[in-house]
């Protein structure tokens, strides 16, 4: 098995705090933490942790923090042959605020300073032998070229809708699974009353074969075929929810590429991403998958 992915990729530096404190006011920080990050990045490193070949496709600078950010997703068997350097800018940082008690955070990020990858620089054979290609849509233009190469070739492209930006509904209309968070999903809805059910049957109808909208720690909405179905979330000691998104998105096509039914699909992705919550930063806590199989045995 074999993903492809093209999209963000980050240094997280990440903090813990008991609260916010007053403008002007110091505040001393209980732990500290340096992680690779971004969507597609860090569903990458879930799917090759899980035995999952993986390429990535973006860009770093040619400062530290590209430097580290190649080296995290190297380290995990990640190929990075797809990963343009750009000389003399800066790589996309991130700082991130969690709250002790509650585990959620607040993101304080800036994208990277050089020209986003283009369609001319991915490569032809980008596809070859891939089971599956992920996209964030950040780079718009070279992720819809690449959603309809696969279009093409016959490979399932699945979208992290995180934010409905310029050009995101183009690239929608690409793709055969749709995962977006409450935020997309409310964009979409507009002035109209949020309902996560209406909601995800409207996502579907752009020509996926399943839409999902992610709620947290409310769980999960889809529409797949006729069945539209909640999937709940799973409780756990909640230390950090950075990157719980990107590690269900990793699951999610874990369980495609596995032919498991769309329920098993969304409960194996749910209970994947709430393990990754018991440690601070994206990836440290991404669990095996005889941890993800043994914790849903016991919750049976």
């Not at 430097?67 to 800066?90: F, P, Q």
């Not at 409905?164 to 183009?170: C, I, P, S």
């Not at 929810?241 to 998105?249: I, L, M, N, R, Y």
Request: charged share 25%; with cysteine; proline share 4%.
């Amino acid at each position: 098995m074999k993903v492809a992915g093209l999209g963000q990729c980050s240094l997280d530096h990440l903090f813990v705090i008991d609260s916010f404190p007053e403008p002007d006011t110091k505040k001393e920080v209980m732990k500290w933490a340096v992680s690779g990050g971004g969507p597609v990045a860090t569903a990458l490193v879930s799917l090759a942790r899980l035995g999952v070949c993986c390429d990535f496709h973006g860009i770093v600078g040619d400062d530290e923090s590209g430097r580290k950010i190649s080296e995290s997703l190297r380290a995990e068997d990640v190929n990075i042959a797809g990963l343009l350097t750009r000389k003399k800018s800066d790589s996309q940082v991130a700082f991130i605020a969690v709250e002790k008690e509650s585990g959620k955070r607040t993101i304080f990020w800036k994208r990277p300073e050089a020209a986003p990858l283009s369609p001319l620089e991915l490569p032809d054979n980008f596809l070859d032998d891939a089971d599956f290609l992920l996209v964030d849509g950040l780079m718009t233009e070279v992720s819809v070229y690449a959603a309809g190469k696969a279009k093409e070739k016959g490979v399932p492209v699945m979208l992290d809708a995180g934010r409905l930006r310029e050009g995101m509904m183009e690239l929608v209309r690409l793709c055969d699974y749709v995962v977006a968070s409450e935020e997309f999903a409310k964009a979409l809805a507009g002035k109209g009353p949020f309902v996560p059910e209406d909601i995800v049957v409207r996502m579907k109808t752009f020509g996926a074969k399943a839409a999902t909208i992610t709620l947290g720690d409310k769980g999960s909405m889809t529409a797949c075929g006729d069945e539209v179905f909640y999937t709940p979330a799973f409780r756990v000691d909640v230390v950090d929810t950075t990157g719980a998104g990107d590690v269900f998105h990793g699951g999610y096509i874990y369980g495609l590429l596995q032919k498991w039914d769309i329920r098993e699909v969304l409960r194996f992705a749910s209970a994947f991403a709430a393990l990754k919550c018991r440690e601070l930063g994206g990836r440290k806590g991404i669990p095996t998958l005889n941890e993800v199989v043994a914790f849903l045995k016991d919750y049976d």
